[in-house]
C-alpha cells in the first residue's frame, strides 16, 4: 500500500468519525425522541431506506449489463442510505433540525443491523460472516454519534465549543478526500465510463430520490425535505466496510468512490431545490402585503 493509499483510508476514518460525532454533539439524546413518534415518517424512512433502495438497484440491475464488482457496489450503497455529509445538506434545504438528527441516528443503526443481514440475500456468493460487516460499522458509525449525542447530553457547553471545531475538520477532510479519491481511484473511473457503472448510479441515485420525495408528499416541506435529502446519499463508509471481505476486485472499489462526488452532488441539487419549497410555503410577511389588503 503506497503512501496515497494510507493517506486516503486514513481520511476516510476521520472523515466518518468527524462527521457522525459532529451530528451527536449537535443533537442531545431527548432531542431525538419526538421524530421518532412520528409513524409516518419513520415509516416511510425504513421503506425507502431499505426496500425502495435495494429493489431500484436489482431492477437496475436486471436491464443493465454490469460486471459482477460494480454491481456488488452498488447493492451495497444501495443497503447505506444517510451519508455523514447529509446534515449540512438537509439544513440547506430547511429541514426541520429534530429530524435531521433523527434521520441520522435511525439510518446509523438500521443500516447496522441490516446490511450484515442484506449482503448474503442480495449478494450471491457473498460469504462474510455477520459479525465481520457489523464490527467496523459500529465502530465508524455508531460510536462517534452516541459518544458525540452523550456529550451534547452530559455536557452542553462543551458539546457547543467543540462542535464547530469538529465539524470544520470534518469539512476540510472532505475536501482532502475527495481529491484523495481522485488519485488513487482517476484512472479506474475513467475505465468504469464505457461499462455503464456510472451511469447505472446515476440512475439510481435519481430514482431513489424522486421516489423518497414522492412518498414523502403526505409529510410537512421540512420534515419531507429532510427524509428525500437523506435518500439522496449513501453512506460510503459503511459500504467500503464489508467490501473487502467479499468482493476483492479493485473496481468495486472504484463503484463505490464514484458515489462520493455523485451523491454529494445529487444531495446539494436537491437541497437547494427543496429549500424553495419550504420558502413557498412561507406566508407572506406584512411588508409584501398589498396596501389594499393591508388591515386599517
Known sequence: ???IELALQASLFVFMVASLGG????????????????????????????LVGPAVALGLLQ?????????????????APGAP?????????????????????????????VLPLGVPLL???????????ARPLLLLVVVPMVSGS?????????????EPVVSHIARAVTMVMLVLVTL???????????SHAILTQLMFVAAVTLLTDLAGAGLGAP????????????????????LSAIEPDARAVVMVAIAVPMTLGAAAVAARLLAQRCDSKRPPSIASTPAGHARA
Not at 27 to 42: E, H, I, K, S
Not at 94 to 104: E, H, I, L, N, Q
Not at 123 to 133: L, R, S
Request: hydrophobic share 55%; no cysteine.
Open 1 to 3: 500500500m503506497d503512501v
Open 23 to 50: 451530528v451527536g454533539l449537535g443533537v442531545a439524546p431527548r432531542d431525538v425522541l419526538p421524530p421518532l413518534a412520528n409513524g409516518r415518517f419513520m415509516l416511510l424512512m425504513l421503506a425507502s431506506g431499505w
Open 63 to 79: 436491464v443493465i449489463p454490469l460486471d459482477r464488482p460494480y454491481a456488488t457496489a452498488l447493492l451495497l450503497l444501495a443497503l
Open 85 to 113: 455529509f447529509a446534515p449540512p445538506m438537509m439544513r440547506i434545504a430547511r429541514g426541520d433540525p429534530a429530524y435531521v438528527a433523527a434521520f441520522m441516528v435511525v439510518s446509523a443503526a438500521v443500516t447496522v443491523l
Open 123 to 133: 449478494i450471491p456468493g457473498a460469504t462474510a460472516n455477520p459479525w465481520d460487516i
Open 150 to 162: 452523550a456529550i451534547r447530553g452530559l455536557w452542553p457547553d462543551v458539546a457547543a465549543r467543540v
Open 184 to 194: 488513487v481511484y482517476g484512472r479506474g473511473v475513467l475505465n468504469a465510463v464505457g
Open 223 to 242: 420534515q419531507r425535505n429532510v427524509l428525500t435529502v437523506g435518500m439522496s446519499t449513501r453512506n460510503i463508509g459503511a459500504a467500503l466496510a464489508p
